[in-house]
Each structure stands twice: as structure tokens, then as C-alpha cells.
């Protein structure tokens, strides 16, 4: 969906750099997320905010932080990144009352 | 976390009508159930959510009994188009809707 986008598409990085994911949101909405995807696996959620003042973890939070900037932006750092780090990442969105969230194209992230 | 479970794959034709069942034993009271499509290297789409009974949009329905502990997908007259891999989704028990995606089942739609 072209109203949430996250750069970059793709990061070839070292074991031990801090790496940054940035997502970006036109859709107004509220709340924002953060999942991960390992191949043939289905997506795990790191982090949550329903609001700019809210960040919440999710099932694998460990290794990554977050920053809510601003209700349009969120940001996902890996703050010492390790191989098993390497996954696909996408970043959503959606409105309060709804479980329909809006995904970002992905950030394929290497860790070498 | 509430838990759903789904056959890994399923195979179909061209023009048939394919259903996908899940279970969510564990769904809370005020759940809705969601279920979202995901091509390769693409985040996961939206296509259908309901609460109980059945809905219908444009491109699926969704059926879910009166104990709500199932549902079911149904895809009318798949293409090639529809191969791809689809989750179903319950808002875990903890009172608000924090989406958790299974593995989902891998449809292949072959011609």
C-alpha cells in the first residue's frame, strides 16, 4: 500500500552494527506496528504504539527498540544486530476500532 | 495469545470454489476474526472480517458458527491470481486487538 512506506527496501549490514528501519504513514491513522518474517513463516509482532505516547512489545521485542516520532513515523532499531536478525520486516497501520491493518512493502534485512 | 490453527496447504483449480478452515479455540468475547492474504514479498492485504454468521464482500465470504471457535474462508471461482498464502486472525485475550498471525495455509491455484 503506496500510503505506508518504509526505507529501506533492502540492508545488507554486519553483526554488531545498529541498524535503523523507518516507516512512514499518510494514512492517519493511529496506531502503528512492527513485525518480523522468517521464511515460511507467518509474521511475529516487535513492537506496537496505538498512540504517539504509547509503545507497547510484542511477542519477540528483545534485541529491538522503537521511537514514535510522530503519529506518521515509527522507527525500528536493532541495536547491536546478530544473524538471526535476518528477516523480512513490515511495518503497518490502522484505525482504533478495526483489526484491518495496512502494510508496508517490507525492509529485507541481512545480517552477515 | 490466542491460537489459531489451519491446514498448512491446500491445492485447487481454476474456477473452483475453495474453503479454508480455521480454529480459534480460545477467542475472546469481543474478538472479531480477521483474515488477511499475503503474496511473496509482500505485506499481508486485508480481505474479510466478521464477528459471527456470515459476511460477504466483493471477494470472499466468511462464515463462522454460533460458538465462534471456527470460521471459514470461502474463495467463489479462484484464478491463478489467488495462489498465495492466507491467515487467519483473532485479537488475543488481553481485551484489545493486538492481531497474532499463524503460519497460515498456502493455497495453490493450478489451471
Known amino acids: 500500500d503506496a500510503d505506508v512506506t518504509q526505507t529501506p527496501r533492502n540492508r545488507i549490514t554486519k553483526t554488531g552494527k545498529r541498524i535503523m528501519l523507518e516507516c512512514s504513514q499518510t494514512?492517519?491513522?493511529?496506531?502503528m506496528y512492527w513485525y518480523r518474517q522468517d521464511p515460511g513463516l507467518g509474521l511475529r509482532l516487535i513492537y506496537y504504539?496505538?498512540?504517539?505516547?504509547?509503545?507497547n512489545k510484542g511477542e519477540i521485542s528483545d534485541g529491538y527498540s522503537v521511537s514514535r516520532q510522530a503519529q506518521a513515523k515509527f522507527s525500528l532499531s536493532l541495536e547491536s544486530a546478530i544473524p538471526n536478525q535476518t528477516a523480512l520486516y513490515f511495518c503497518?497501520?490502522?484505525?482504533?476500532?478495526?483489526?484491518?491493518?495496512?502494510f508496508g512493502p517490507g525492509t529485507r534485512l541481512t545480517v552477515l | 495469545l490466542a491460537k489459531t490453527t489451519q491446514p498448512i496447504s491446500m491445492d485447487s483449480y481454476e474456477g473452483q470454489e475453495v474453503n479454508i478452515t480455521c480454529s480459534h479455540n480460545?477467542?475472546?468475547?469481543?474478538?472479531?476474526i480477521t483474515w488477511y492474504q499475503q503474496f511473496p514479498s509482500q505485506g499481508p492485504r486485508f480481505i474479510i472480517q466478521?464477528?459471527?454468521t456470515k459476511v460477504t464482500n466483493e471477494v470472499a465470504s466468511l462464515f463462522i458458527p454460533a460458538d465462534r471457535k471456527s470460521s471459514t474462508l470461502s474463495l467463489p471461482r479462484v484464478s491463478l491470481s489467488d495462489t498465495a498464502v492466507y491467515y487467519c486472525?483473532?485479537?488475543?485475550?488481553?481485551?484489545?486487538?493486538?492481531?497474532?498471525f499463524g503460519t497460515g495455509t498456502r493455497l495453490l491455484v493450478s489451471p
Open positions: 480460545n477467542i475472546a468475547t469481543n474478538d472479531y
Open positions: 494514512k492517519g491513522h493511529d496506531r
Open positions: 503497518a497501520t490502522s484505525v482504533w476500532d478495526t483489526n484491518e491493518q495496512f
Open positions: 466478521g464477528y459471527k
Open positions: 504504539s496505538f498512540d504517539v505516547k504509547d509503545i
Open positions: 486472525l483473532v485479537g488475543d485475550d488481553e481485551g484489545f486487538q493486538k492481531l497474532v
